[in-house]
């Protein structure tokens, strides 16, 4: 009998409920609720061969080692800094109406933002879809823990660990939110492992429905860290601006990223295939670290917002394949809508990773 896996799991993201975000215009409920992770963490108890853990406190220093200061403090202080200014009643999220795109400045030198966090909101955001709530940044820091932790755990001897993190993060650039995502949990851990935990090269390997331009972004010219990223086709699919074939990375980072772009109803066969030659990326790059999955459910048939067509057990084959390279893994989780779902793909996908 192998020895349980660890899942780390916090109630902190319980806090974090963003009530409503537009779809082509209009006000729907937010995907990114907190049942989805509520499930999964039952299915897997209700499942043998899982060990349940809080995360421990790592600080902001891991965070500041990937995201910009600035950025970090208005995740911290927009909410708190609406109300004392009137603008919010605390009854409804912080989304802005007004953001700082690359064409706003022009040829004008402009450096200032108005000293109200609520209102620089708009300058770090790229989307209507991540708002903030009271538990926002409690949540966002403890998601960050409970990476952080399962990484320990692995580097401790854990073959395989698994941290149920909420809010996602692969949509979290450097000085950007955006996507449901607020901190880049799968970045903050390959950056970690470097500096902390003395490894040379990480790849981190991002099965998500969506390109997880957040990751990208922060690897783009890095040859230390390897992202490879099987989603959705950018061209009709979120995030729309960045996941096409011919993003490679560049200086240092040339060929360090790579990008497969699916068509609609991808099922295993197809998803496979792509899989495959990811996986021969991993291989040819030889990480010296535990191999990172950023393990969205977003791929799932029935979910709400994608439209591949993995199925349950197809999640277990997906596990098996990744388990072939014989390397330990952390697993933390993204994105997957299907609520009623999530629970069977996420114990597939972990059953299929540890063999049994
Ligand atoms: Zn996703």
Do not use: K
Not at 135 to 160: I, S
Not at 253 to 281: C, I, K, Q, V
Not at 337 to 350: H, I, R
């Amino acid at each position: 009998m192998s020895s349980p896996v660890p899942v780390i799991r916090s109630d902190a993201h319980l806090a974090h409920r963003g009530l409503v975000e537009l779809a082509a215009g209009r006000e729907i409920p937010c995907w990114e609720s907190p049942e989805r992770v509520t499930v999964i963490e039952d299915a897997l108890r209700a499942a043998p061969g899982f060990a349940f853990e809080a995360p421990t406190e790592h600080g902001r220093g891991p965070i500041l080692a990937v995201h910009d200061a600035d950025m970090v403090e208005v995740v911290e202080h927009a909410w708190t800094d609406a109300l004392a200014a009137g603008a919010a009643d605390g009854s409804r999220p912080l989304i802005p109406d007004t953001y700082l795109i690359g064409a706003y400045p022009g040829a004008m030198q402009l450096g200032e933002l108005p000293a109200g966090r609520h209102l620089q909101l708009g300058a770090y955001l790229f989307d209507t879809a991540t708002p903030i709530v009271a538990g926002t940044w409690g949540a966002a820091r403890a998601a960050v823990d409970v990476a952080l932790t399962a990484a320990e755990r692995v580097v401790a001897g854990a073959a395989l660990a698994y941290g149920l993190c909420r809010p996602p993060g692969h949509h979290a650039a450097r000085g950007m939110l955006g996507g449901y995502c607020y901190f880049n949990n799968a970045a903050i851990v390959a950056e970690w492992l470097r500096r902390e935990g003395g490894a040379q090269r990480v790849a981190i390997l991002d099965i998500d429905y969506h390109h997880g331009n957040g990751t990208q972004q922060l690897f783009w010219e890095r040859g230390d860290v390897l992202y490879l990223s099987l989603h959705a086709d950018p061209a009709r699919a979120y995030p729309y601006f960045s996941g096409y074939a011919s993003e490679v990375g560049a200086g240092e980072g040339h060929g360090r990223t790579r990008n497969w772009p699916l068509s609609a109803r991808t099922g295993l066969d197809g998803y496979a295939t792509s899989l495959a030659e990811a996986l021969r990326d991993v291989e040819a790059f030889a990480p010296d670290a535990p191999l990172i999955i950023s393990a969205g459910f977003d791929t799932f048939e029935h979910d709400p917002i994608g439209d591949l067509a993995l199925r349950t057990d197809d999640y277990a084959e997906i596990g098996r394949l990744i388990a072939s390279l014989g390397a330990s893994a952390i697993v933390l989780q993204e994105g997957g809508y299907a609520v009623d779902a999530l629970g069977a793909n996420a114990l597939a996908l972990l059953t299929g990773m540890r063999g049994s």
